[in-house]
């Protein structure tokens, strides 16, 4: 997986391409984690270009929104594609992790 990070007016985007699973997600968590340290405590992940993700990837999601959130900040997902999308309403956190169709629509309001 690769990822990369945009600064966007007061947020950072966390742009991610490949499968988020057991292989990626402690990448991923280690990214966040040193973003959130850096004072980066708004983030949307662009999820765009990831067409999996499993259980660990989730946790991922999950400890970043915390991390975020204790911080004072939050974390939202921005253009997740269709089987992303499943996997997240099938495990119900589709309402804690709200999916954006766009990434103007998570930057909006934050």
């Known amino acids: 997986m690769d990822i990369a990070l945009e600064p ?9 391409s490949g499968r988020l699973d057991y292989a990626t997600a402690p990448d991923l968590r280690a990214t966040l984690s040193r973003s ?7 983030l949307i992940l662009d999820l765009g270009r990831v067409p999996f993700i499993d259980s660990s990837g989730l946790g991922a999601l999950v400890g970043g929104l915390k991390q ?17 999308l499943d996997i997240l309403a099938l495990m119900r956190l589709d309402r804690i992790l709200e999916p954006y169709p766009s990434l103007a629509d998570a930057l909006h309001g934050f």
């Open 36 to 42: 959130i340290h850096d004072g980066n405590t708004r």
């Open 8 to 16: 966007s007016n007061d947020s950072m985007i966390v742009a991610l």
């Open 68 to 84: 975020a959130r204790d911080a004072g900040g939050d974390l939202r997902i921005a253009r997740p594609l269709p089987e992303v």
